[in-house]
């Protein structure tokens, strides 16, 4: 049995990792859901952010499953703009797309004819397709999808086991701050720099994105950075013993929950605030500084709740398919 997994954490068809290490998160979240629902068998893995080849999509068409593995692939217009590179020459005769936690671009007006049209190519009617947000369900139900289940995104999957007694309610000695780089605001990154510098005792960074560290380093403050390396972030969560995550890196702060970290995510776009919304992800606007000092100073329980019947429904319907004798 065959599965082609299109796989964001990947930057081109050679396999060297993606510019964006926070897709590094997703990738590890959808391999775990793939080792844990399809042993045994052969997987391919295709960049979204590369074409496919000729032995690609040779593998789309003989393929038993197609899944797409999360991150912001949809959008409202898909024939101008694309985070998942393919087009409508490289669908005839592939195994359609079942979708694993992906989410809508940004806000948008509804898809166009083409996109309408693109979808119905791209992604199965038959299997269930899992979103990480209201909104991105809303989006495809608009245009004809009910076979679509709001799951959260899968980095968040082994939240649903956390007890808040394992998070820390109490403010850190340091803090570890991410940036976007893509999505800059001086004056109200500035802001936020100077309320936490006057939090803690001291400040690390990393830099998640490519062109992340160029931005931090504008503001020409006195701060450690962690290399940018998704290793040496490992080992700084494992190792730091008291600290704080406060950045706009959506997926650098569900990395650290998942490591029982204190984490405050500030929204930039629909990203962390339809997540926020659905699941009690902790969460505030960019520009909020008095929820942000609110959030640092005052106790801050653990209360993320998941949709776990979803999860499971998302997850059973491949029990069939995957107990078929392996090729």
Same mark, same amino acid.
Request: aromatic share 10%; net charge positive.
């Given at each position: 049995?065959?599965?082609?997994?299109?796989?964001?954490?990947?930057?081109?068809?050679?396999?060297?990792?993606?510019?964006?290490?926070?897709?590094?998160?997703?990738?590890?979240?959808?391999?775990?859901?793939?080792?844990?629902?399809?042993?045994?068998?052969?997987?391919?893995?295709?960049?979204?952010?590369?074409?496919?080849?000729?032995?690609?999509?040779?593998?789309?068409?003989?393929?038993?499953?197609?899944?797409?593995?999360?991150?912001?692939?949809?959008?409202?217009?898909?024939?101008?703009?694309?985070?998942w590179v393919i087009s @409508?020459?490289?669908?005839?005769? @592939?195994?359609?797309?079942?979708?694993?936690?992906?989410?809508?671009?940004?806000? %948008?007006?509804?898809?166009?004819?083409?996109?309408?049209?693109?979808?119905?190519?791209?992604?199965?009617?038959?299997?269930?397709?899992?979103?990480?947000?209201?909104?991105? %369900?809303s989006m495809l139900r608009?245009?004809?999808?009910?076979?679509?289940?709001n799951t959260a995104c899968?980095? @968040?999957?082994?939240?649903?086991?956390?007890?808040?007694?394992?998070?820390?309610?109490?403010?850190?000695?340091?803090?570890?701050? @991410?940036?976007?780089?893509?999505?800059?605001?001086? %004056?109200?990154?500035?802001?936020?720099?100077?309320?936490?510098?006057?939090?803690?005792?001291?400040?690390?960074?990393?830099?998640?994105?490519?062109?992340?560290?160029?931005?931090?380093?504008?503001?020409?403050?006195?701060?450690?950075?962690?290399?940018?390396?998704?290793?040496?972030?490992?080992?700084?969560?494992?190792? *730091?013993?008291?600290?704080?995550?406060?950045?706009?890196?959506?997926?650098?702060?569900?990395?650290?929950?998942?490591?029982?970290?204190?984490?405050?995510?500030? *929204?930039?776009?629909?990203?962390?605030?339809?997540?926020?919304?659905?699941?009690?992800?902790?969460?505030?606007?960019?520009?909020?500084?008095?929820?942000?000092?609110?959030?640092?100073? *005052?106790?801050?329980?653990?209360?993320?709740?998941?949709?776990?019947?979803?999860? %499971?429904?998302?997850?059973?319907?491949?029990?069939?398919?995957?107990?078929?004798?392996?090729?």
């Open positions: 049995m065959k599965l082609c997994l299109f796989d964001p954490g990947l930057m081109d068809e050679s396999g060297p990792p993606t510019g964006n290490l926070g897709n590094l998160v997703i990738q590890q979240a959808v391999t775990r859901e793939i080792e844990r629902l399809f042993a045994g068998w052969e997987i391919v893995r295709l960049s979204t952010f590369w074409s496919p080849g000729p032995e690609e999509r040779r593998h789309l068409r003989s393929a038993d499953l197609t899944l797409a593995g999360g991150t912001n692939l949809l959008n409202s217009q898909m024939n101008r703009y694309r985070q @409508m020459r490289h669908v005839p005769g @592939m195994t359609r797309a079942r979708l694993l936690g992906v989410g809508w671009w940004k806000y %948008e007006p509804p898809p166009n004819l083409f996109t309408r049209l693109f979808l119905r190519f791209l992604l199965s009617d038959g299997g269930l397709h899992s979103v990480r947000d209201s909104y991105t %369900e608009r245009i004809g999808y009910t076979n679509v289940v899968p980095t @968040m999957w082994p939240l649903a086991d956390a007890r808040p007694e394992e998070f820390p309610m109490q403010k850190g000695r340091h803090a570890l701050v @991410m940036l976007t780089d893509y999505s800059r605001n001086q %004056e109200s990154d500035g802001r936020l720099l100077k309320l936490i510098g006057s939090r803690y005792e001291k400040i690390f960074v990393f830099p998640q994105g490519k062109f992340d560290l160029p931005y931090l380093e504008s503001f020409q403050l006195n701060w450690h950075v962690v290399e940018r390396d998704f290793n040496a972030l490992n080992r700084f969560i494992r190792d *730091e013993p008291s600290f704080d995550y406060i950045g706009t890196r959506l997926h650098g702060g569900i990395h650290c929950l998942n490591h029982r970290r204190r984490a405050l995510i500030l *929204e930039v776009d629909n990203r962390a605030k339809e997540i926020g919304r659905d699941t009690g992800l902790p969460t505030v606007p960019r520009d909020d500084l008095e929820a942000v000092r609110r959030w640092i100073d *005052e106790p801050t329980p653990f209360r993320i709740r998941l949709p776990v019947a979803n999860i %499971e429904r998302w997850r059973n319907q491949f029990a069939a398919l995957a107990s078929q004798p392996k090729a």
